[in-house]
């Protein structure tokens, strides 16, 4: 726990009242952050362990393989779905899970305009089409009053990210879904050990989509799992991740997919590091929720909202910058932050993903794209519009949560986070 005065001082540091302005670390004043934390080992006896066993396996395949049912059945502890399948990557759950929907040429999938790309490539694979949808200022996740505006006849689904590990709304969206006939699909990607009312995230949609590669939560460097409770769907996961053959039927291909399974050597690895998750998660929730309540009353910033019941897993924390009230420009604060310390960084990704070139020039397949030169969509994202999202991407300002951090880590670092507000604060 924390000492009176260092208390003493993250408050004053926070207080908006204060005149004092204290030299910044960029400018020769002392740095905020004073103590450095450690990231331990994210592997070690229990993934050797693992890896040893599955040397001892006959077979290294997953079907029916052991360290592939362990890390089923562990999966199924964090998100309770009655179907399960292990895959290569985030991005190959998510595809596996819009083939499995049935998301035909043509059909419109809404989602969010700042994730990584993989939450759209197996959209873009099965001939259908991105629709992005605007954001909530503080949260950066979709908006359901937005997502409403752009439903078509056309619209399929929904694939709603949980950026940053923190839960979207999923009552509106699951209502949306529910009146429209749509498929919920939630990508966890980033979001392993969150919940959304008490509730295991995954849990609540469709169809759940987990990626296990490198920088999330927890990895065996590349692998991701879908899941789903839907009758409809859950059976048609292992063969739409195994280029469409249904091991338990056997039988002629009647689906088409391509292969995305998961090695034994990496289940087993997942497999341990599900049992490292609790921990992980439930410090980086606790340690978000401190510094959100360490910064909240600091002028110009707005910090990252997480609706009170709900459990953010901080895949990183991001704040915003209200341009009007400072001085300088968000390169400027960052800079300053640096220099405290803190581990900082300008937004997430550059733009929104429809304003990358490969949207832009509609050049998904050898430069071409099919749906749209055949008149079955006739998308452009050129005229693409999310104001919300370009203006998250523009003020947003990254900081590292990290489980090995303590909360004395985390008060210096709201310390700091005041201090270079108030330093730059606008007349
Ligand atoms: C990482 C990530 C993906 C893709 O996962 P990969 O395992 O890298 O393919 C998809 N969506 C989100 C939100 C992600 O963070």
Redesign the pocket.
Known sequence: MLGGTLARAAESGSSAGSSNKLALALEGGPKSVTQRFKAGPRWGEPERDQLNRTLEQDTLFYWKAPRTNLLLEKFRKICPVQHAMTCS??????HIAVAAAGIAPGDEVITSPI?????VIGVIYQQAVPVFADLVPGTYNLDPTDVAKRITPKTKAIIA???CGNPCDLTALKTLCDRHGLILIE?C??AWGARYRGQPIGSIGHIA?F???N??HITCG???VVGSNDARFGPLLQRFGDKGFDRIKGGLFESFATNYRMTEPQAGIAAAQLDRLENIVSRRARLGGLLTEQITSVPGLIPHEVHPEDRCVY?FYMLRLRPAAFGCDRAQFVKALAAEGIEAGAGYIPVPLHRNPVFLKHGFFAGRWPVRESGLTSMDYNQVQCSEAEAILQTGVRVTIHEAMSEQYIREVAAGIAKVARHFAAA
């Open positions: 990557s985030g991005t190959a759950a998510l994730t990584d790309i993989g939450t990210v949980h950026l990508d990607a980033q989509c990626s296990l590669q920088s999330k590349d692998g991701g895949w």
